[in-house]
């Protein structure tokens, strides 16, 4: 069966740095487009970023996020990353890691991971 299961969070002071794992297991992590999504506390799920799989793999980046995350893969690792550099307080939320139902980023994810908190301290 397809999980997710997302690592690497935890309390990071402003302008500062954290890497996010999800380790995909069931299929290679190459096989269906996959995003990052995160829920801040009180507010609703947002995508963060989403990166297809095949062709060009196009790269989809929120606005607020744009120039600071940085969405990737390790076929070897079997493994997405999202790299979090300068963030911020808004940052601060749960984490998720989900698969989309093909190979581009469109619809609505079909598998989630578990989830990892980041917190983001002035």
């Known amino acids: 069966q397809l999980q997710l299961v997302e690592s690497g969070g935890g309390l990071v002071e402003s302008g500062g740095s954290l890497r996010l794992s999800c380790t995909v297991s069931?299929?290679?992590?190459?096989?269906?487009?996959m995003g990052w999504f995160r829920q801040a506390p009180g507010k609703e799920r947002e995508r963060v970023s989403c990166m297809s799989s095949r062709g060009d793999g196009k790269v989809y980046d929120e606005d607020s996020v744009r120039g600071r995350f940085t969405v990737s893969r390790d076929k070897a690792e079997n493994t997405m990353y999202l790299l979090m550099n300068s963030v911020k307080a808004e940052d601060t939320g749960d984490y998720f890691c989900?698969?989309?139902?093909?190979?581009?980023?469109?619809?609505?994810?079909?598998?989630w991971g578990q989830g990892t908190q980041v917190t983001v301290s002035s």
């Open positions: 989900a698969t989309y139902p093909r190979y581009y980023c469109a619809g609505q994810p079909d598998s």
């Open positions: 069931g299929v290679t992590v190459d096989r269906y487009a």
